[in-house]
């Protein structure tokens, strides 16, 4: 199953475990999701937006031209801590039911990216940063595992801006409060 998913959908998020819980996300969400990634690369992700949002808008934000934009999403070229990226992406829609950043990796780059796009997530929409775990298995400094745990500081109170932040392999869902 996981193989001829992967053939329709060339993405890391099905080999990764990644899918049910974007399944999940889609249930609450509904069709309508507007969805912005970061880090298009081959554009599977792109494609897989499509299917669980058929009656949204994808956008895929990537600063590699050369990137894989599938047709029906919206194509932006930049870096993912381009201060001017809050209001490209605006520009195409005015919020987010779903922002998922897979792109650098990097906690330094992640953590200003989440405070560039948090803003436009929609009340109750989710925030996800993806592949945090390289800092358990060692393959950056530990910037990732400190980016996600710094998360945690958005629960200071119960009226707070983040409902609810759900820790899984690789994922770091965030849930706005509606």
């Known amino acids: 199953m996981t193989e001829t998913l992967f053939r329709l959908f060339p993405t890391d998020k099905i080999e990764h475990g990644y899918l049910p819980a974007y399944i999940r996300l889609a249930d609450m969400i509904g069709p309508h999701g507007n969805v912005c990634e970061i880090g298009v690369h081959t554009g599977g992700s792109l494609e897989l937006w499509r299917v669980l949002f058929p009656h949204g808008i994808t956008v895929g934000v990537d ?23 809050p209001n490209r992406l605006a520009s195409i829609c005015a919020d987010y039911d779903l922002i998922v950043d897979d792109a650098s990796h990097i906690g330094a780059l ?19 940063i993806e592949d945090w775990m390289i800092s358990l298995w060692g393959w950056d400094d530990g910037s990732m595992l400190r980016t996600v745990q710094s998360l945690l ?14 820790y899984q392999y690789g994922m770091a869902i965030v849930r706005k409060r509606p």
């Not at 992640?110 to 996800?128: D, I, M, Q």
């Open 63 to 85: 600063n590699n031209p050369a990137c894989t934009w599938p047709p029906y999403t919206e194509q932006v070229i930049s870096s993912q801590d381009d201060p001017k990226l």
């Open 110 to 128: 992640t953590a200003e990216t989440h405070r560039l796009l948090w803003p436009l997530v929609k009340p109750g929409g989710f925030y996800v």
């Open 153 to 166: 500081l958005g629960l200071t109170s119960p009226t707070a801006e983040i409902a609810s932040i759900t």
